[in-house]
């Protein structure tokens, strides 16, 4: 039986880019770095969105592009959405010494709580953070602040340096190895991350994304990659399933069913 949202209040919004707020809600969720929740808004829809707050208040960060995110992003301190999780597996990051951290876009959601975490537990630490602009950089501040080794990327040169993560991840392997390679974005990014890492021996974690009906329950087959299921087998996933997966970086599921190309599924979920 499927877990019944809670209605909790919006207890503080911040604006972290013009097009992304992070909800702070007055719910207490013991989350684990990667895992999801999903929000809900009464006669409208449910979806999944990374915890970057967990504990004694949780919250949630979202990006205003499509009919749910911009009804959310209509939202006041004070108004009340429904929630339920956490959901998914999350990062291991059990006895890892050093580590590098790559984000691209909204993926910065996904990896700040690990970030955060592997800076308190000491470990050696390089975070790279990807955007298209450097006003769409998504939480730089508290990401340069787990690290000396940080780096932004945008594609318009506007912050950082002008190009892509993969070139800056590409040129550390070259003078330093890492126990584990995590990371969050476009998919097409991920994958271009997963294979730098399979050329460089080191294996990697990547959090993956797909359309989620249920919502963790693992029964509805939306969220399908391979024979896993992102919502209940991710959605995070290891080299080692990562390599047997032939639709990663290639496909995904509309809420149809239809399996499209991944640039098709992008512009669907815009």
Same mark, same amino acid.
């Given at each position: 039986?499927?877990? &019944? ?7 503080k ?11 702070? &809600?007055?719910y207490?969720?013991?989350?684990r770095?990667?895992q ?8 409208? #829809?449910e ?5 970057t707050?967990a504990?004694?208040?949780c919250a ?10 911009r ?13 339920r999780?956490?959901?998914?597996n ?8 050093? %580590?590098?951290?790559?984000?691209g876009?909204c ?5 700040l ?10 470990? #050696? ?7 298209? %602009? ?12 787990? +690290?000396? #080794?940080?780096?932004i990327? +945008?594609?318009d ?5 002008k190009g892509?993560? +993969? +070139? ?8 330093k ?5 995590f990371?969050c974005?476009p998919e097409?990014?991920?994958k %271009? ?5 399979e ?5 990697c ?6 359309y989620?009906r ?9 969220? %399908?990659i ?19 997966i032939?639709e ?5 599921? &509309? ?7 991944l ?8």
């Amino acid at each position: 039986m499927a877990e &019944l949202p809670k209605m909790v209040s919006i207890t503080k919004i911040v604006q972290e880019t013009p097009s992304i707020k992070t909800y702070y &809600l007055g719910y207490s969720m013991d989350a684990r770095p990667g895992q999801f929740a999903m929000a809900w808004l009464p006669g409208l #829809d449910e979806k999944p969105f990374t915890l970057t707050a967990a504990g004694k208040e949780c919250a949630i960060t979202v990006q205003c592009k499509g009919k749910f995110t911009r009804a959310m992003c209509g939202l006041k301190a004070g108004d009340r959405i429904g929630i339920r999780g956490p959901y998914g597996n999350g990062f291991d990051f059990e006895g890892v010494k050093s %580590a590098c951290i790559v984000a691209g876009g909204c993926g910065a959601a996904p990896i700040l709580l690990l970030a955060e975490q592997l800076s308190a537990k000491g470990v #050696d630490l390089a975070v790279i953070n990807g955007a298209k %602009a450097g006003k769409e950089c998504l939480f730089k501040e508290r990401l340069a602040k787990t +690290t000396k #080794d940080f780096y932004i990327t +945008t594609d318009d040169g506007s912050l950082g340096e002008k190009g892509h993560v +993969t +070139t800056v991840l590409e040129r550390m392997f070259n003078g330093k190895k890492f126990d584990a390679v995590f990371g969050c974005g476009p998919e097409p990014m991920l994958k %271009a991350v997963f294979e730098a890492c399979e050329k460089a021996g080191v294996e990697c974690q990547l959090n993956l994304e797909r359309y989620m009906r249920c919502g963790g329950m693992g029964v509805c087959g939306a969220c %399908a990659i391979g024979k896993w299921l992102v919502c209940r087998d991710g959605p995070v996933f290891e080299s080692r399933r990562l390599r047997g997966i032939e639709e990663f970086g290639q496909k995904a599921l &509309l809420k149809s069913g239809k399996e499209v190309s991944l640039k098709d599924f992008a512009e669907w979920r815009q």
